[in-house]
């Protein structure tokens, strides 16, 4: 079993900064791809940003491409997401996501999830 704590969301003005953090427990991680999903007000939630721990290789969804940062600390087990140029529409629940060797990038298929944290963005 692995366990996601998400942390660092909150408000901020559009064109602003902010960096979630997601400690990750339970597992040796070497064989797993952490990431970052999204779910704005009244959507369906849709894939972020993914990160395979071992090797450090990295996807990001076309909308964040440039703007957002996906690393890890493998010291602390903990994956970031660095968010950059902020958008209204940048607006949703963030959750943490892992799965065990198999790509992060539908949520039907995502093994563990985080309780989810919220990202508002000011116009």
């Known amino acids: 079993q692995v366990q996601l704590e998400e942390s660092g969301g909150g408000l901020v003005q559009a064109g602003g900064f902010l960096r979630l953090s997601c400690a990750v427990s339970?597992?040796?991680?070497?064989?797993?791809?952490l990431g970052w999903f999204r779910q704005p007000p009244g959507k369906e939630r849709e894939f972020v940003a993914a990160?395979?721990?071992?090797?450090?290789?990295?996807d990001y969804a076309d909308f964040v491409k440039g703007r957002f940062t996906i690393s890890r600390d493998n010291a602390k087990n903990t994956v970031y997401l660095q968010m950059a140029s902020l958008k209204p529409e940048d607006t949703a629940v963030y959750y943490c996501?892992?799965?065990?060797?198999?790509?992060?990038?539908?949520?039907?298929?995502?093994?563990?999830w985080g309780q989810g944290t919220q990202v508002t963005v000011s116009s």
């Open positions: 996501a892992a799965n065990y060797a198999t790509n992060l990038f539908v949520p039907s298929r995502v093994d563990y």
């Open positions: 339970g597992r040796t991680l070497s064989r797993y791809i």
């Open positions: 990160l395979k721990w071992s090797g450090g290789n990295t």
